[in-house]
């Protein structure tokens, strides 16, 4: 007998708009949306679940984390990835992309060799792919990044990664400027992994070219990449205003209130539109957490940070080193303090994200065929309980 559920009384939160109506969810897809008033109605063999009003939303994708709940993904057990995963999904996110940061060789090859067991045994967020964030990484716009690992492609260490990872990477992060990196790029694409500018001082011919060779998507816009110089009077456009001028380029915002202010994230927005721009933690391991001190990357080569202000910092102040913000905080952000309406700030955390990532078909809006992966959240958006698959997280609704 097929397992059937009703959720009516919804407020669905769609790709475009805001309207009451219910979900039929059988065998963990959904497979009816009605839009409008609903009730139970005739519905009889389902089971019938209230949602009293609340919003109901895809669930959110997370493209861009190093941890959370006290845990990075790069301590390189499972533990880690299970504990963080854990907590992500209490914030709303179903689909998840741990992420790397720049490290030496044999780090690099146990986060991945981590992750395939994670991934089995791993309750929580799904994980479909992983994320390197380096080390192929200009030095000048290292931010939180340990420059001892940083270092220019080298293609007989990244083929190894590859073969290593046997299609477990599904983005990576890389300076486009440097020597080797265009090979790299068409690298990225014959394995279908997303090549993602980041850490850059790259200016727009540097954009430009990479753009040929497969890198469409930037990494935390805004942080770690060069903007508007000047040589000898002439302006020289960064890679910051090629994200802008480059019509077709994705971008991540950090929407945390403290890496850019709200007026650069509803520009942003007003500039790419919500189908090209996604919501991003880039969060660490004291996300989710009430700590003052912690530290970014592998506990025996992390970097020690401080918490103050909403955000992690490192030790001198000189520069954040990375969020501690989940993805419902993000939501927040973008609507109540931004202005973007509740859809727009939902599609940025969900089916946007799962279009970079290539899995808009399955995940990412409510719509009849893809997976029933819906959080409920209430009026200050706070997340009240989290489907995955069709499976609740808890036993919020009767």
């Not at 089971?47 to 493209?63: A, N, Q, T, Y």
């Not at 790069?74 to 963080?84: G, I, K, L, Q, R």
């Amino acid at each position: 007998m097929a397992d059937k559920q009703l959720l009516y009384n919804c407020i669905l939160v769609l790709p475009d708009v805001t309207v009451p109506g219910s979900i039929l969810i059988v065998d963990g897809r959904i497979a009816a949306v009605q839009h409008g008033e609903s009730n139970a109605g005739n519905n009889i063999d389902a089971e019938l679940m209230d949602m009293e009003g609340k919003f109901v939303s895809p669930g959110f994708v997370e493209i861009h984390s190093h941890g959370a709940g006290g845990y990075d993904f790069m301590d390189n057990t499972p533990e880690a990835f299970t504990v963080a995963a854990e907590t992500h999904l209490k914030h709303g996110v179903t689909t998840l992309f741990p992420t790397a940061v720049s490290a030496d060789t044999e780090t690099l090859v146990k986060f991945l060799k981590t992750y395939k067991i994670a991934k089995i045994h791993s309750s929580g967020a799904k994980m479909p792919g992983v994320h390197l964030e380096g080390p192929y990484l200009n030095v000048e716009q290292k931010g939180a990044m340990d420059p001892r690992y940083i270092r220019n492609p080298d293609k007989a260490e990244y083929e190894m990664l590859l073969r290593v990872a046997d299609g477990d990477i599904a983005r990576w992060t890389v300076a486009p400027e440097l020597p080797g990196a265009l090979e790299f790029g068409d690298v990225l694409q014959s394995y279908g992994i997303l090549a993602s500018i980041g850490h850059t001082n790259a200016e727009y011919k540097d954009i430009e070219a990479a753009f040929r060779h497969g890198f469409t998507h930037f990494t935390h816009f805004y942080s770690c990449m060069s903007t508007i110089t000047r040589r000898k009077g002439f302006r020289i456009t960064g890679a910051l205003e090629s994200g802008y001028i480059l019509e077709d380029a994705t971008i991540e915002i950090i929407a945390d209130g403290c890496h850019l202010p709200v007026e650069l994230v509803k520009y942003a927005v007003r500039a790419k539109g919500e189908h090209r721009v996604c919501l991003t933690g880039d969060s660490m391991r004291c996300a989710g957490t009430d700590v003052t001190e912690s530290f970014l990357g592998p506990r025996d080569i992390g970097i020690p940070v401080v918490i103050e202000d909403g955000v992690a910092k490192l030790t001198d102040r000189s520069a954040f080193a990375g969020s501690i913000a989940m993805a419902d905080r993000l939501l927040r952000v973008a609507h109540f303090d931004a202005g973007i309406p509740l859809h727009s700030a939902v599609r940025m955390m969900s089916l946007t994200p799962a279009g970079i990532m290539g899995l808009d078909k399955e995940i990412g809006s409510i719509k009849p065929g893809k997976k029933a992966d819906l959080v409920v959240l209430d009026g200050n958006l706070a997340v009240q309980n989290v489907m995955l698959e069709g499976k609740w997280m808890s036993n919020a609704f009767n």
